[in-house]
Structure formats: C-alpha cells, structure tokens
C-alpha cells in the first residue's frame, strides 16, 4: 500500500537505510477496502477436526502443563518440546509420557528444534546475573539421568534475548536482542567451542527489539531474515552481509512472522500478512483483527488473533484460530474459543495448540476423500481440483486418481447444467482413466459435434485413439467441412498419432483424395495410395511413376496387384517399367547388382495387349536368355504361332513368322517345354516346328506315323531312309511295310523299296513278309523276286552250314580216339633233345604227355607243366572259366538275345558253348604232382623195370598233370587235345 523509494549504504557493522514515502497517508485507505472485500471473499471450510488433549489412561482434559508456567515450545524428531520459568525442558512423545531435565538454574525463555538433525538449541538465564546463556543440547546422547548432553554453550554479555535462530546445516546462530542489534556466530555449533568467540555483531543496536529471524538457504546463498517491530530487513551472509531494507514503515509483534515451506518470509500484521523474499516484498492477504501467533503447518498458514480491546488491558481473551491454505487461496479452518493462545506446535501431522490455562488442543486434518466430499456436495469442483493438485504435489499415491474422479463429476455437473464447452474441457482431462465411450456416446448428438470434435482431437493428441476414434473424428470433420482442422490433423509433417488405415479409408469415403493419398504416401500405404489413385483419380501415369520409384519388393510386389490396369491404360510405358523391373537395367542403361523379378509372374497381366506382351517377351529372352522361364518360351512361342504382330495374308510375313518360330526352337538357350511346344505345333498345324520336335526328341517313329497321317508316301521312304539306318531304328521299315501294304491305292513301286531295304537288313522273316502282304493289293510279281533271293540265300546257308557239321564231326571223332589210346596205350618218348636248351638229353630228364622232354635244370622248382603248352593251356582254362561263369549272367543273355536277328541262332550258340551243361574244371590242385620218379611211377602204375629198355606210362597216367573238361562236347575240338597233351609224368 505504500509506494518508497530507499537507497543502501554499506557501513563496517550496519548499512543505513535512505528512504522517502510518497502518498503514504492517502492511499492507505483504499488499500483497507480492498482487503476487506478480499476477506468477505474468502471460501471457508472445516478439515481439520478440534479436540482438546486427553489424559489417555483417565480420559480426562491432559493437565500436566497447567502448573508449568510454559515460557517456549517447539516441536519436530517425535516430540513436543517446552520449556518453563523454572529452566527445564520437558520432551513429551505421541503416548504423551514427558522426560524432564533442567536446563537452567534460573529461566528459559526460547527453544529451537533442528529440522534436519535431533539438535535443540535453548536460551535462558543461569546465575544471579541475568546474563543471558544459550546452550546447544545433542538429544541422542543422554546421561545416566536421561537427561541431553550439552555439547556447547554460549554465554552473551549483554542485554536480553528476544528471538534466536539456527541454519539447517547448523553453521550459524543467530540471536536478536531487545535493544534491537543482532548477534551472528558463525562456525559448526556440534564441534566448535563457540563459547570462545565473540559474537559478530550484524545489525547494530537501537530501534525497537528483534521479534523474530528466520534462515533462507537456496543453494549456495545464505540470507537471514531480521524482523523488529518497526521493519523487515534481510541480509545476505555470503556477499559481505549485505543489508536489503524490505519495509522500513513497519514489523510485527513478536511471534507473529514465520517461514513458509518455501522459506519466504510472512509478516502478520493488524489488517493483513505480508510475504517477504530477501530482495523484496512479495504479495499480501487480507486478514482482519491483533494477529498473536502465527505459524506454518504443511501447506497452511496458522494465525491466531485476538480480541483488541482484551489484548491492550492486558486480560485474558477468546483467540481464533485461522489455518488458510495459501495455494488454494480459502480457509481450511476456522474456530474461536481458544482462551488465550500461547503456543502453536505440529508434530505426528496435526496441530497442537497451548493455551493460557495450560491446556493442549489438538488439530487434526481430516482425510482427502472427506474433504472432496464436503466440496462435492456444494458443487466446489474448482476447489477441489486445486486442493487434488496440491496433494499431487505432495507425492500423493491415489491424489492421481482423485483428480481423474474430480473431473469426471465437474465435468458430468457442467453436462446435466448444459454447459457442454465447459464440460468437454473437463472430460478431455479425463482422457487415459475415463473410458472415451462414456464421453462419446454423451456427443453423438448433431448440435454437439462440435464438442465432440474437440475431445476426439485431443485423444489423439495422447495417442490413445483407436482405429474408431480416428473414423469418427474425420467424420466428424468432413461434416462441419472444416477441411482447415482436416489439413491441420493430416496435412503435417508432426507425428500423426491415429490409425492410418482408417485415416485413409475415411478421408477417401468423403471424397478428400488429396488428403488421403497424403497420408498414403506419408506412411508408405503404398496399396492405398494405387487405389486411390488408379480407382478414383484415374491419374495413371503418377501411379506407374510411384512405382517405378518403389524399392524392389515393394514395386514387385504392386505391379503385380495393379499392373492390369496400367497396360489397358500405359501399355508401353507400363512394359518399360517391367522390363527394367525384370532385368534390373535402369532407364539410364546402366546395369548394377539389382534383383530382378520372374517375368512370368507378370504375363497374366497383358490380358487384350498382346503386342506389348510380345513386346515384352521378345525383350526379355534377348537380353536376359538364360535367366527367362520355360512359361515365357512357350507363351511367346503361342504367339509367334496364332500370327501376333504380322500380317497372316503376307506371304513374306508368314515366312519372317516361320523363320521365328524355328529361330526360337532351334535355339540352344530357348527353355521352353518341349512338350508344350509340341501341343501347340500340333494345335496351329505348323508342320516344320512338329517335325522338328520329333526330331529332336528322337521320336522318328512320330515322324513317319505323321507323313503316314499326311498320306505322304514319298516323305514316308525319306523318312525311313534318313532315320532308319541305325539297327535301333529298323523298324520303321516294318512300319513302313505294314503301312503301305494296308493301303488301296497301287503302291508297288513303295512297298518294293521298302522291301529291298528289309531284305539288305534281314529285317524280318520271309514269312512274316508274306503275311504282311497276303491282305494287301500287291501281286505275286511284287514279292517274287524277293522271295527268289530269301530262298536261294537261305539255301546257301544250309550248305554252309552241312560243310561246317562234317568237319566238326570227323574232329570230334579224332580227338576222342586219341583220348582213347592215351587212355589204353603207352606213351613212348623218342626225343633226344631238351625242348628248352636244344642240348642232349641226359639225366635227369623229365617227360611230358604232350611229348616236349627237359632236362630237370632247365624246368623251374616250382613248376609242374609243359612250358611249351602252357599259353595254350590257359587260354583254354580260361575260356572254360569263362563259360562257367557266364552260366549265371542271365541279363546278358537276354541281352543278346533281344538284339539277334535270329533269335534261335543265340539259344543255339549258347547251346553249343556248354552254358546250359554242368562243368567240372580240374586244376593242379586237384591233380596229382607231375614231377616224381621213375619209380614212384612204377609203384604207382604197377610197372616193373627195364621194360623194352625203356620208360613208359600205361593209360593210368592220363589221370596226372593238367586239367580235363569232362563231357565238354565237341565245340572244345583241338583246344581239349591240347589241354590234354600239356599234362604228363616222368
């Protein structure tokens, strides 16, 4: 209310204040009303519950501090501190049982708790001298009595102690006097013996008396509040204690200022309390009436006023007790009858109130849903939305949930009123707890859309919209045709937090392409955006270029959905886009290690364009021939055969067509399916492309089945001339032959040819030639010749074949005499040579059966056969081996068998060879030793000596040496002799 200017000035121990008042007296007035109106103004309440303090073992008033004569309170680290005239402290604990100890002989007039450490620093008198004495008390360390060790005390020369303080950290103390100067002692009040130092003085004497002082810390500053009873100062201790004059006109009674809980200043004064930081002064409230006490409790201011005209005659009076909760801006409780206020203390949360008479009223707040119920039933939502805030503030647990409730009810009050705009600001803030149905369902209305508009917005402004949200906000926007909110929520680069789908499919409902193919285009709704674009705007070629501009899956991908369309509309730009899609060469003409797509996922597509298909095809077996699937071949195939892309009445075209066509399958590369391409030949009549394939798949009996389809007998001859030479392909000849010899026509000439050819090939039996024709037009003139040739031919054979019985019979009949008499007769050796050297023979000698002799040097240890016959010898062992082991290779056999002429002359053969026979091969080992005495072949034969003169082997010897095939037959002739001869004995 007062308007200054003040200047400092910096002085060793004070600063001087400097000040002039402008208007002081006249505005002082108005000031008055406009607190008093702010005061009528003021919401009252009851949350805190008054009861008096009772004894709880009798139930009766707590009476313990009547005869106390309490001069000082404090409260804090469990307990309710006071202190009497008599200089104790009594600690009382929430049981209400008090330890007392004395902590002055005479007096105590001030206690202080610390907040942060169990430290209580009193003031008081010890001795006659009245001097004044402050001690620093450690409340954890007791003595045996129980009383608190005093770690320090601090005895002060002069004047009286009116107030005192400590900082949190409890680095300086400071004491205000009563003549008005300030005391600061600085340095740790637990360790240092300040009783040492001599205090600083901060603030000169003079003026009225020091009511109260009050430490702010806010980080590395330290300011100290100094109030007299005649101004507000502050003085900042870590910048040279400087000195800010807040209020020069006026302080406050003692116990009437208090630190809020954020450390400003509070200054109650008759007709209102000032807030004070250290560099000024802060606002005001209006309260009326002598303030006695104040205090802070939580959130709360505490004040206690009185009675005037009581207070000035020095009787007793009937104070009030206000607690005004400053954020909220109302007065949580109010009530009189308090008989003479003297102390306010908080402790176990709630309010402990002494009165004169020693009494203790206890405040106690009631609990948060209480007092949301009490606002709730007089519609006060504001109020408690801001008292929920402040307990959210507090780290309330459910103050969250409250609020959500809170504005859940303000905002069904406001709707069940009509204020809808009031009341959907109110549901918005519901949004995250309230279900949006029950909100929505509340709009649906039309007059209402608006409302609703705003609450859909800001769902999704929270990203807690749905699919449906997002459908109903659009809708709603294209209702109100608001494209300018339409453009805002979609044409944006923010993030969009709703359902893109649905975005999309709404926007493209109502007929807003342009924002639907935005966000289509923004989210990479690369489905959507085609659609849009081909189905509505029919803008064909943005859609081709979008995807031409697509990453390969993608592009892939959509050109298969969508390519129908764009080559009925684009056929050769959209047949570019496939080409570079498909070989992966850019439209530049650079070639790069891209992935390429099949082309015959694609050919489906050119449905009524066959041009651009067969442009298409003819584009990718050039330059990518090797990678083009079979399905690609034969389609481009299919067209080159209906006559796409030229002139069917052109003679010159049919022939570039025809030349196509055998290009394409003549090609190394081509990978069409033959089949296919032979159904298809077939299907269009292309007669070189069917030979072609029959041909190439060796199918010639195909060939000649065709020509015979044709009737074309020459082709027919041809055909069995070029293909028929190999002995698998022989019959075509028969095929021929049957062909012709079941047609009406006169094919003589034909069938004699054909039948020239089966006869240089003994193709088939004479008979069977006969028979074919016996049904046929051809006369006798026709097969006579043939016939003649097969009849002297097969003569000649036999002829041939008599000589060669004759001459195996007659050397059959030699051999089994000669096996006779070597069986019956003795063998009589006349050669005087050695076979081996060509020396004399002398002994020993050895002899053997075949007639060769050898000197016994000249014969290896371990050898037991003729070296003369012994190559012949084996060849014939192993022909024998041979035979019996080919007794069991059936498949060769069969074999031979299938691809013989004659299929007797095999049997026979096999016959004559002694497959069918069981063999007996004797060998070495099972034989005798060919090598052993005169004697012991004596012995063994049953000879006596000196016959003749010579050495002789009777029939018995034909059993040692070599081996024998008995019952061989006579298909061994000379080869069993000699088997025989290459064994002998000596």
Known sequence: THTHTHRTQHTHGHTTPRHTHQGARQRLPRARVALSIMTTQVRRFAFFNKEVVKNPETGKTFTDFEQMGITASASGRGYLVLGDTDGYIHQMDRALQITSFQAYELTLTHLYQARQHNILLSAGVDGD??????????LDRVDRGGAPHCIRSVKLMRGKIMTFAASEDLTHLAIGMKDGSVLVLKGDLTRDRLSTKTPRVLREAGGRPITFLGFRQDGGSLALFVVSQDSVESFLLNRRDHREILDDDEGCDPNCAVLSDDNSLVVGRTKCMFFFQPEGRGGALAFDGPKKVLAWFRNYLVLVTGNRQAMDSGRGTQDTVTIYDTKNKFIAFTAGGFKDVSHIMSEWGALFIMTGDGHLHQLAERDFQTKLDMLFKKHLYDIA???????????????????????SQYANHLYSKGNFDAAIKQYIKTIGKLEPSHVIRKFLDSQRINNLTDYLQALHEQELADKHHTTLLLNCYTKLKRVDKLDEFIMTDKHLNFDRDTAIKVCRQAGYFKHALFLARKFDQHDWYLKIQLEDVKDFHDALQYIAKLPFDQAE???????????????????????????????????GDLPTAKPEEFIHIYVNQTESLLRFLEHMIEVRPDDAGSQVYDTLLELYLRGEGIDQRDAKAAELRQKWILDLLENPRAQYDEHHAMVLAQIYDFKPGILYLYEKAKQYQQIVQYYMEKNAYADIVNACKKYGTADQNRGLWIQALAYFAGREEDCRQHITEVLSHIDKRNLLPPLMVV???????????VVKDYISQRLEAENVAIAEDEIQIRKYTEETA???????????????????KCTNCKTQLDLPAIHFLCGHSYHQRCIPGDTEECSACADEKRKVQDMIRAQSQSVDQHEQFFKQLEGADTKFSVVAKYFGLGVFNKLTLLTGDSASPARSSVRDARDEFGLSPGVGGSDFLSGGGAAGGGGFAEGAGGGFGNAARNDFGASGLY
Request: aromatic residues 4%; proline residues 2%; neutral net charge.
């Open 129 to 138: 001298d009245a001097t004044p004495v402050i001690k620093v008390w450690n």
């Open 385 to 407: 939305i801001n008292l929920a805030k402040s307990q959210k503030a507090d780290n309330s647990s459910a103050a969250n949930d409250y609020l959500i409730d809170i504005y």
């Open 557 to 591: 991908k959509n050109m298969k959905a969508h390519g129908k369309e764009l080559i009925n509309h684009l056929p050769e730009e959209t047949t570019d886009v496939l080409q570079r899609l498909c070989t992966g060469i850019a439209a530049d003409g650079s070639v």
């Open 771 to 781: 028979d074919a024709l016996a049904h046929s037009t051809a006369t006798l003139a």
């Open 814 to 832: 030699r051999m089994r005499s000669e096996i006779n008499k070597l069986k019956t007769q003795a063998k009589i050796f006349q050669d005087m």
